[in-house]
């Protein structure tokens, strides 16, 4: 089950004892692997940084929904609740990896984060926090999205366009009423322009040739440079 701090079971805590791996991160990746080093009988533990397994995802913006329908969102193991072809909402996600972690009592070391990792003789070393891990092997599993992405351009934006990147949207109320232009036509693009779209003028901007997905909705679709 995951933890916060102390000794995981199944695994060793910091202190001299030699693991056979050290998982880093805890969402889908991490617990994804931890339940096949389970089944291999191996000496582990996962040191999440956050409270909770799934915590990311709380973190995102309010309606969102998964772009992947629930018959493909299962971790090995344990099937995704909901019918097929329904698409879970954040917080279902959430609340699927933490039951992951608890069903199979997965050793997740809550609020742990690794500050520095180390080669030595005999494996590696992870520095956290909360102690030093040692492992033959280590899995990074940290993660794609740590660091939104701004284009240079929106620097030479008037410092009267009020700018939010996608990690820090949250909701409409978010932002002042009047027109908005949405920059990126990816599922989260298309997700906050058409959630736009219902109280406002929204533009989306997406590259040339980019296919709509399965939110694409209200707004009106720009491509290129062309954002008129
Ligand atoms: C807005 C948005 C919507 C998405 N929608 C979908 C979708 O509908 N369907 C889909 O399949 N995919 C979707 N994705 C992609 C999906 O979120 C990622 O592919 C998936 O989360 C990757 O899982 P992961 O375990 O590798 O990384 P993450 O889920 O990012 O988890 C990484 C974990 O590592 C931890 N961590 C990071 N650094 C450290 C450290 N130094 N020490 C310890 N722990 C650390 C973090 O706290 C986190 O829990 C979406 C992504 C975004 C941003």
């Known amino acids: 089950m995951a933890r916060h701090g102390g000794k995981p079971a199944g695994a060793s805590g910091a202190g001299d004892e030699l693991l056979d791996v050290l998982v880093i991160g ?11 080093l389970t089944r291999q009988h191996l000496r582990f533990v996962v040191l ?11 973190s995102r913006w309010d309606s969102l929904t998964l772009f992947t329908p629930a018959q493909y969102d299962a971790l090995p193991g344990m099937p995704f609740p909901g019918p097929p072809d329904t698409y879970p909402t954040k917080e279902s996600v959430a ?14 070391r809550l609020n742990t984060r690794v ?12 520095r956290t926090d909360d102690g030093v891990f040692r492992a033959r092997q280590v899995v ?3 993660g794609p999205f740590q660091v939104p992405y701004v284009p240079p351009a929106a620097q030479r934006l008037d410092s009267s366009v009020i700018q939010l990147h996608s990690a820090g ?33 929204v533009d989306l901007s997406i590259p040339p040739k980019r296919r709509c997905c399965r939110n694409g909705g209200r707004a009106r ?3 290129g440079g062309s954002l008129g």
Do not use: K, M
């Open 26 to 36: 805890g969402s889908q990746a991490g617990l994804a692997i931890a339940w096949h």
């Open 48 to 58: 999440e940084a956050g409270p909770e397994p799934g915590h990311v995802w709380r």
């Open 95 to 108: 609340g699927y990896l933490n039951a992951y972690a608890a069903e199979f009592d997965l050793p997740v």
């Open 115 to 126: 500050t520095a990792l180390i080669r030595t003789a005999e494996g590696f070393e992870a």
């Open 140 to 142: 990074v599993a940290t």
């Open 169 to 201: 949207y949250r909701n409409p109320e978010a932002l002042p009423p009047g027109p908005v232009l949405v920059v990126g036509g990816g599922n989260s693009g298309f997700q906050i322009a058409e959630e736009l779209a219902a109280t406002r003028q």
């Open 221 to 223: 679709t720009c491509s």
